[in-house]
C-alpha cells in the first residue's frame, strides 16, 4: 500500500466512524421501531381475544429526551389500536434542582400518551422513586401526575380488564416489589404481569404464577455490536436484554427495549413499542 492509498483508507475509515458515531448520537435514539407479536395467554376470556395490548416502557421525561420525540412516538402508538395501554415504569427522570417544572412537564406528555378502549395502566420503576431509587415522596408525585392523566397506576395491585388480570408489581431497587402479594389479588385464571425491572424474576418469590411478565428497565443495553450482548445491562441476569426469554419454570418474559434513554445515544438498538396481539395459549 502506497502513502496515497493508505491516507484514502483512513479518511475513510474516520468518515465512516464519524458518520457511525452521528447516527447513534442523532438518529438512532428516535428510530422508534413498532414491534408487532402475539401473547398467548391461558384461559383468555372471548372477548379479548385478538385485543390489542400496547407496552410503552422507560420514557424518561425529563431534560435528557426530547419532548417533540416523545409526542411523535405517543402519537404512532396511537395508531395501533389499543385495548389496552401499559407504561412499565420510569416514566419521569428525576433531578433534585428541577424542582415542580419537571412534574409539570410529565403532566404535558402524559396528556399526549395514548389511552386504551379498555384500560390503561402504568407500574412505577427505579427512576420514578427519585436520587437513589428511595424517595417515596417523589414516587407519589409521579403516581399522582399519571392518575391525573388518567392512568391508573398499580403498586402491587390488580386491574381486572374484561376477565383478565393484570398484575402490577412496584420496583425492586425501591425495596418496593412484592410480586406474591399483588398476585394473591387475583381474581381470573387469565393474568399477565408487569414488573419494571426483570431481576425480580430471579430475586423475589412468583408462587406457582406461570404466566407472561411483561418488562423494561433494559433499554437493551442501549448499544450492541453485530453478534454480541450488550456490554452495559443495569441486570443481574444478563439474559434479560430485550425481547422473549422463557424461564425453566415455565414463566416467560419479553423485554421491551423503551422509548425513551438516560443517555442520548443507540447502536443497532432502537427504541420500542411493542403492539400485543392476545390470544388464547
Not at 417515596?136 to 383478565?164: F, I, W, Y
Not at 443517555?263 to 396481539?277: D, G, H, I, K
Request: overall charge neutral; some cysteine.
Amino acid at each position: 500500500m502506497n502513502r496515497r492509498t493508505f491516507l484514502a483508507t483512513a479518511a475513510g475509515g474516520a468518515a465512516a466512524t464519524a458518520a457511525a458515531g452521528a447516527w447513534a448520537w442523532r438518529v438512532a435514539p428516535h428510530a422508534l421501531e413498532i414491534v408487532e407479536r402475539p401473547l398467548p395467554v391461558a384461559a383468555l376470556p372471548p372477548a379479548l381475544r385478538g385485543a390489542r395490548l400496547v407496552q410503552l416502557s422507560d420514557l424518561h421525561v425529563g431534560p435528557v429526551v426530547d419532548d417533540g420525540y416523545l409526542r411523535d412516538a405517543f402519537a404512532r402508538a396511537a395508531t395501533l389500536g389499543a385495548d389496552i395501554v401499559v407504561v412499565t415504569g420510569d416514566l419521569l427522570t428525576h433531578r433534585e434542582g428541577r424542582g415542580e417544572a419537571q412534574y409539570a412537564q410529565l403532566r404535558a406528555l402524559l396528556a399526549a400518551l395514548p389511552r386504551g378502549r379498555l384500560a390503561t395502566l402504568a407500574i412505577l420503576g427505579n427512576h420514578d422513586y427519585g436520587t437513589g431509587w428511595v424517595d417515596r415522596d417523589v414516587a407519589l408525585r409521579v403516581q399522582r401526575e399519571a392518575e391525573r392523566a388518567g392512568v391508573r397506576v398499580l403498586r402491587n395491585e390488580v386491574a381486572a380488564v374484561e376477565g383478565l388480570d393484570v398484575v402490577g408489581i412496584d420496583e425492586l431497587w425501591a425495596r418496593a416489589a412484592d410480586p406474591r402479594a399483588a398476585l394473591a389479588a387475583r381474581t381470573h385464571d387469565a393474568a399477565i404481569a408487569l414488573c419494571h425491572n426483570p431481576d425480580a424474576l430471579d430475586a423475589l418469590a412468583w408462587g406457582d404464577y406461570r404466566g407472561w411478565i411483561l418488562a423494561g428497565h433494559t433499554h437493551g443495553g442501549q448499544c450492541r455490536l453485530p453478534f454480541l450482548p450488550p456490554p452495559l445491562l443495569p441486570v443481574r441476569n444478563r439474559r434479560y436484554a430485550a425481547g422473549e426469554i422463557a424461564l425453566a419454570d415455565g414463566r416467560r418474559l419479553y423485554v421491551n427495549r423503551g422509548v425513551g434513554y438516560t443517555l442520548p445515544v443507540r447502536f443497532n438498538v432502537p427504541p420500542e413499542v411493542t403492539a400485543f396481539t392476545l390470544v388464547d395459549a
